[in-house]
């Protein structure tokens, strides 16, 4: 099992700053699997960054992924109020299949 | 406008069977690999079960043997076939639509919950 860790776990913030949230994973990740969803309180995820760095449909340019082999990030450059909620990383191989971090909660 | 649209939760004693059913809109389940993903109460995001479009499957250990994933192509429908379910399964059940060629789900329902308890 490929197992996927964020850091941290909550994170305090305020509209306007700048966030940097972690993923690190256990075996290596193609480029291309690795995402980052957003997850609303009583809603469903949505993805917000596929394949390490593409911005899914209907997400700002505010939100930017990074990173390779065994260590992504997500980046939010300006907060914004809606921007508060919890963020999962998850990746794909034909090996180990389909995994989730635990999450990070950006709070106010 | 694609759409999924999740049914078949409710309140379940342990030991009993539950299918869930995964109605899709706006595309074709039988050419998209599709999957199951679940979130218990205050917890975070579980991958389940996927069906790829050869119709080839797989689970997590956690349901191995339990759970089995299925689609009808003349519904559009996708289904998850839960035994011997366990108070450890009490969850909400989300259906998703993977993005060929990346991994990732670009496409949620609005998940239903099954509670497993006497």
């Known amino acids: 099992e490929n197992v996927l860790t964020q850091s941290p776990g909550t994170l305090s913030l305020s509209p306007g700053e700048r966030v940097t949230l972690s993923c690190r994973t256990s075996q290596s990740v193609s480029s291309s699997s690795l995402a980052w969803y957003q997850q609303k309180p009583g809603q469903a995820p949505r993805v917000v960054i596929y394949g390490t760095s593409n911005r899914a449909t209907g997400i700002p340019d505010r939100f930017s992924g990074s990173g390779s082999g065994t260590d992504f990030t997500l980046t939010i450059s300006r907060l914004e109020p809606e921007d508060f909620a919890v963020y999962y990383c998850q990746q794909y191989s034909r090996s180990t299949r389909y995994t989730f971090g635990q999450g990070t909660k950006l709070e106010i | ?118």
């Open chain 2, 1 to 118: 406008e694609v759409q999924l649209v999740e049914s078949g939760g409710g309140l379940i004693q342990p030991g009993r069977s539950l299918r869930l059913s995964c109605a899709a809109s706006g595309f074709t389940v039988s050419t998209n690999y599709m999957s199951w993903v679940r979130q218990a109460p205050g917890k975070g995001l579980e991958w389940v079960s996927v069906i790829y479009i050869d119709g080839d499957t797989y689970y997590a250990d956690s349901v191995k043997g339990r759970f089995t994933i299925s689609r009808d192509n003349s519904k559009n429908t996708l289904f998850l076939q839960m035994n011997s379910l366990r108070a450890e399964d009490t969850a909400v059940y989300y259906c998703a639509r993977g993005r060929p060629n990346f991994g990732d789900y670009e496409n949620w329902g609005q998940g239903t919950l099954v509670t497993v308890s006497s």
